[in-house]
């Protein structure tokens, strides 16, 4: 496995996962809307209390909205956990690894940023960010790859 590769993947997937916790959000909340009481209608009171279709109804209303808020919730863990490791990392790479994959900046722009004058340091302090970020990730297993 290549664990560079691996933490490039998953720093750049911060962005994207934070959008996705918002449209679960979106879907359990149009769930729970969809499912919530109705104002009765005229009763007719030669029908049953409830027929089949109602009650299968509810059921899959439930599964699914167990199933939106177990996504959202495995989702959020992934994303503090990714936060965490970037927090322990050292101040300069830690800010370049943010730069980079997670506000997805112009090279130009991080160079400013980090009063850096060449194209070349930034690539090496991305690597090192990289690195470091795979090393807290992956432990042992990343240290042939980095």
């Avoid at 495995?74 to 050292?90: C, F, G, V, W």
Wanted: aromatic share 8%; net charge positive.
């Amino acid at each position: 496995m290549n664990y560079f590769k691996a933490a490039e993947q998953i720093l750049s997937s911060l962005p994207d996962l934070e959008r996705a916790v918002k449209n679960l959000q979106q879907r359990e909340n149009r769930i729970v809307s969809s499912g919530a009481p109705k104002t009765p209608a005229a009763i007719d009171y030669t029908k049953p209390f409830t027929d089949a279709k109602s009650v299968n109804d509810a059921l899959t209303e439930m599964l699914e909205l167990t199933e939106v808020r177990r996504h959202i919730k495995k989702t959020e863990s992934y994303i503090r956990e990714i936060k965490a490791i970037l927090a322990q990392m050292e101040n300069e790479q830690s800010r370049i690894a943010r730069l980079w994959y997670i506000e997805r900046l112009p090279k130009e722009e991080i160079m400013r940023r980090m009063c850096v004058e060449s194209l070349t340091t930034i690539y090496n302090l991305r690597n090192r960010a990289v690195a470091q970020f795979a090393l807290l990730y992956f432990g042992a297993s990343a240290v042939d790859s980095i």
